[in-house]
């Protein structure tokens, strides 16, 4: 592997782990308005994260790369209302999907074909968490502030028993 493929897998490794770090305090915040449902929706959404980050870095290892961890950005702790930690993830989710097109242009630039091939596993995994994320939030722009609504919403997301 290239030295710039190692480094943009290496800031990749990095986003995966900020995305973990924003997902667990949209959960704490989630929790706090007594959302219990999607907290728990929210932790598992971290717990994917987490699982993205080991992808990576575990791909680096076996083309006998190195990982190298940086720090990881303090996230925003509250959001105004549910629709906005949703808003939030969405947008979150966009950004991420930014990244791994610009990582498969790398991958391609380098001639580096086992990079192009691990990546196009998260290329369809950006397409499922942006439907994910928008189709929540259309659910909750159709509840707005109704309180029967948003309870048997949470209910719904307390159902996710798996990270995928
Ligand atoms: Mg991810």
């Known amino acids: 592997m290239t030295k710039k493929m190692q ?9 995966e782990l900020e995305s973990f770090y924003i997902y667990l305090a949209m959960a704490n915040d989630l929790e706090s308005k007594g959302y219990k449902g999607s907290a728990h929706w929210m932790s598992l959404q971290a717990d994917e994260e987490y699982d993205h980050y080991k992808q990576f ?17 303090k996230p925003t702790t509250t959001w ?5 930690v949703f808003e939030s ?3 979150h989710e966009k950004t991420i999907s930014k990244k791994i097109n610009a990582l498969v242009s790398i ?3 380098e001639k580096d074909y086992s990079a192009e091939n ?7 995994e950006q397409v499922e968490e942006e439907v994910t994320f928008r189709d ?4 909750l722009n159709m509840i707005k502030d109704n309180s029967a609504g ?3 919403f949470d209910k719904g997301l307390g159902n996710r028993s798996q990270i995928k």
């Open 150 to 152: 948003l309870l048997m």
């Open 136 to 139: 929540i939030l259309t659910e």
């Open 118 to 124: 691990f990546l196009q596993g998260f290329v369809t």
């Open 89 to 91: 993830g969405l947008a």
């Open 57 to 73: 870095s575990s791909f680096i290892s076996d083309v006998e790369g190195s990982v190298s961890l940086e720090g990881i950005n």
């Open 107 to 109: 991958a391609k630039l």
């Open 7 to 15: 480094d943009a897998l290496n800031i990749q490794c990095n986003a």
């Open 80 to 84: 105004a209302t549910i629709q906005d």
